[in-house]
Every structure is written in structure tokens, then in C-alpha cells.
């Protein structure tokens, strides 16, 4: 048996060989989610004038040595507009966003004034130098680093990108996988399903997953259990992927087809990692037939059938390689300490991944039936407990958790 460690060394260290270097360059509305490609400086202040960040009075303050000073009004600025310098012993109407007419140093707030008749204004407060003013670059100056290549590219950084001017942005190219299911007792919902069949829930799941990671998904659906049809399926899947993902098979039944296919498509190890769920796990590689830009290989990745077994294995061992095809530090989103509030008495000698959930007294329950088929666990989950081989879990300790929502969507 592997650990998981020795198994996400050699995932990563492949996955960080074959990195990807092809890039495209994409409007920054499209890009949402995306792995930046490029450092991106700005090539401006932001903001690239001082604004005031209230609506109210431009002053000079030393026109307004108390409160009570009464100023006429000499110009209006509304945002947008670039008003003229402010004359010594004048004051400006100005609202929000509106660029700080030169020879002004302070902002009074509307709330502070009293306008009076004849287009004056009464000050009713001694204003302080600088006060609600935004200062030119005081959120990016021109030249500073914005944006670092590597980075998936979440909203925010969508709206950063934008507030520095950038309408495009340079991507690397989606890491492009094909997937797909086997076993003969699989049917697909629309389907009656018939004696002996079951729903192929993981084509959704994995799907998803891929989709979740960032992925260019190419589903092959439900291959026949037979060796000539998963043969041609791998070699299919070969022609224009990065990687290969399938599910089911890769235990050692002489149903199983996918290792025969596999040796004679490229190659395979047949991992047994020590985890819960999980166990086998089959990594390997398939050549591509073509020549030139289309020869070399896929990489593959079989993951067990079993729903829960599939989806805790991408989680934990797929999406890191898929993070180092792409460049970003494989280890996803760090534990967090919480406490647990029930007993897990007798833990597996494999590290166990247990659905757990958070309770409204900041702890975590555990979902009451662990076994690996049962995908209710994993919609009723937020967090997967990650507990070391053969610790006993009293209530009260405290465990490491990660949570669903961040392994799902690095
Ligand atoms: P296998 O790894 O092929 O031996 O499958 C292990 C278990 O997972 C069996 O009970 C299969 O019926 C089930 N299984 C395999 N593939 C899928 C799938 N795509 N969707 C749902 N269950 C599956
Ligand atoms: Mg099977």
C-alpha cells in the first residue's frame, strides 16, 4: 500500500512535467475562474485623481478658520466633471467621485453645511487638511503589480483587472479532460432502468468536478465492458486530452477491462493507497496514435466506482494534479482545526476522510453512515474530516477539517 503522500508525489511531479504553457488571451468578462497567464502591473494610478468620497464642499481650509465661516458658492462639480480651480475665499459644490478642484485641500460634508440664500454656504464645522479626500493612487499606483500570474482568477480580481483599465486578459489554455464511466449495470437517468442496473451517478459528479476545476470536459459517457470497446475509448480520449478520467473497473475483477486496455493502450500502475474511501487508484499514461503535435501521451487516471470513492479521490488526489498541469501549488485549501462533537471509536488503519458537517455550537457532527456508496453523505456534508490512520476520535477533540466548497472549487 501507498500513502497518500507518496501517491501525490508522483501525481504532482507528473502533472508539474507536463505543465501547460499554451496560452489565449480572453476578455476580462470571460475569465472569471481562469488561471492568470501574466503578471499584471497597472499602468495607471487608481485612482488617477484626488476625488472626494463624500457629497458636500470643496474649501481651502485656511478660508475656514471656524466653524460658522460663510463662503459663496463659485462652482458646481458634479462626479464625471472636471471642475476649475478653486479661487481663494470661494467654495465648490461637489458630490461624490467628483475629481477635487485644484487649490481645495478639504472636503466638508453636506451634513456640516447649510446652504443659504444667494448661493452661499454656511460651514458649520473647522475642517481638517485632507479630510474626505481619496488621494490619487491611493489604491494602486502606476507601475505596482496588480494581478500574479498563477493565480485563478475569482471575481474580485476580475473587478482589479478592470479598475487598472485591462479588457483582455492572458489565460493558459483550460487543461482539457475526457471522461468516462464503465460497468454494464449503468444507466443513464431518462432510462428505465432495468433488473440489475443502477443510475451512473459519477459521470455527474466527475463531470462537475472537472467543470468545478477549471476544465474543458469531453464525456465519452458509458463504455461497454469489453476490452475492444475501452480500448477504442482510451484511444478516442487520447487523440485530444491532457488527461483521462475514468471511474469504476480499476479493482482487480475479471470484469474489470480497463487494466488489459490500459497495457495494451499505454500504461498503468494499479495503486492501493491507504485511505477511506478510496484504496484503489489507477495511474498511467496513454499514447497518442498521431504524429507530430499529436504524438506523445494522456495521462490517465482511473478512480474507483463506488460514488463516494470517486468523488473523495478526485478531491484529494485528482484536482492536485490537475493544479500542477496548471502551474498553482497543488496542496488545495489548508485544515482547519475545529472540534469534534461526537465519538468515532473504531477508526480504519487507512486515513480515514469522514463527512462531517458544521453545527450551530461551532462544532462538527458526523454523518451517521460513512460506507462509500452512499452519496447522500456527500450533499449533507460541508468538511472532510481528515483523520490519520488508526486515531480514535473522542468528543471534544480537536480535528482537522477542509472544507467541501473550498476542495471543490480551487
Ligand atoms: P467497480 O469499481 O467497477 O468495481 O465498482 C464499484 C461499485 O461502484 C459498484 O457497486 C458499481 O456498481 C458502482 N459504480 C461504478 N461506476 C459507477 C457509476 N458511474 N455511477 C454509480 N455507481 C458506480
Ligand atoms: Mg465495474
Not at 475509448?233 to 483521462?244: F, K, Q, S, T
Not at 487507512?350 to 460506507?371: I, K, M
Amino acid at each position: 500500500m501507498l500513502t497518500l503522500e507518496q501517491a501525490l508525489e508522483r501525481l504532482v511531479a507528473t502533472g508539474a512535467a507536463r505543465r501547460l504553457r499554451e496560452t489565449e488571451e480572453v476578455s476580462t468578462f470571460d475569465a472569471l475562474h481562469r488561471v492568470l497567464a501574466e503578471d499584471v502591473r497597472s499602468t495607471l494610478d487608481v485612482p488617477p485623481a484626488d476625488n472626494t468620497s463624500m457629497d458636500g464642499y470643496a474649501v481651502r481650509t485656511a478660508d475656514v478658520p471656524a466653524a460658522g465661516t460663510v463662503l459663496p458658492v463659485a462652482q458646481r462639480i458634479p462626479a464625471g466633471t472636471v471642475g476649475a480651480t478653486l479661487a481663494p475665499g470661494t467654495a465648490a459644490r461637489i458630490f461624490t467621485g467628483a475629481q477635487v478642484p485644484a487649490g481645495a485641500d478639504a472636503i466638508v460634508m453636506q451634513e456640516q453645511c447649510t446652504a443659504l440664500e444667494g448661493g452661499a454656504v454656511r460651514v458649520d464645522a473647522e475642517p481638517q487638511p485632507g479630510q474626505w479626500i481619496r488621494r490619487r493612487g491611493e489604491d494602486i499606483a502606476c507601475g505596482a503589480p496588480v494581478l500574479e500570474a498563477g493565480a485563478r482568477l475569482m471575481p474580485q480580481a476580475l473587478g482589479l483587472a478592470a479598475s487598472v483599465g485591462r479588457a483582455t486578459l492572458t489565460v493558459l489554455r483550460r487543461p482539457r479532460v475526457a471522461v468516462f464511466s464503465t460497468g454494464d449495470e449503468l444507466a443513464m437517468p431518462g432510462e428505465l432502468l432495468k433488473p440489475g442496473a443502477i443510475y451512473n451517478s459519477n459521470r455527474y459528479t466527475l463531470r462537475g468536478l472537472l467543470q468545478a476545476a477549471g476544465c474543458e470536459v469531453t464525456d465519452l459517457g458509458i463504455v461497454p465492458d469489453r476490452l475492444e470497446a475501452t480500448r477504442e475509448a482510451l484511444r478516442r480520449a487520447a487523440a485530444a486530452n491532457d488527461l483521462i478520467l475514468t471511474s469504476g473497473g480499476v479493482s482487480v475483477g475479471e470484469e474489470d477491462h480497463l487494466r488489459p486496455a490500459m497495457q495494451a493502450e499505454g500504461r498503468l500502475d494499479l495503486w492501493q493507497v491507504a485511505i477511506k474511501p478510496g484504496k484503489p487508484l489507477a495511474f498511467g499514461a496513454v499514447r497518442r496514435g498521431g504524429e507530430g503535435h499529436d504524438a506523445g501521451e494522456a495521462l490517465f487516471v482511473g478512480l474507483p466506482g463506488n460514488p463516494v470513492s470517486s468523488f473523495v479521490t478526485f478531491l484529494v488526489a485528482v484536482a492536485p494534479l490537475l493544479r500542477a498541469l496548471q502551474g498553482m501549488p497543488a496542496e488545495g485549501p489548508a485544515a482547519v482545526a475545529m472540534r469534534a462533537d461526537f465519538d468515532w471509536p473504531r477508526p480504519d488503519r487507512r486515513r480515514e476522510f469522514l463527512r462531517v458537517r458544521l453545527n450551530g455550537a461551532g462544532g462538527l457532527d458526523l454523518y451517521p453512515n460513512q460506507s462509500s456508496g452512499l452519496l447522500t453523505s456527500t450533499v449533507w456534508a460541508d468538511g472532510l474530516l481528515d483523520n490519520p490512520p488508526s486515531r480514535a476520535i473522542a468528543r471534544g477533540d480537536t480535528v482537522q477539517v477542509r472544507w467541501l466548497q473550498e476542495m471543490i472549487s480551487r
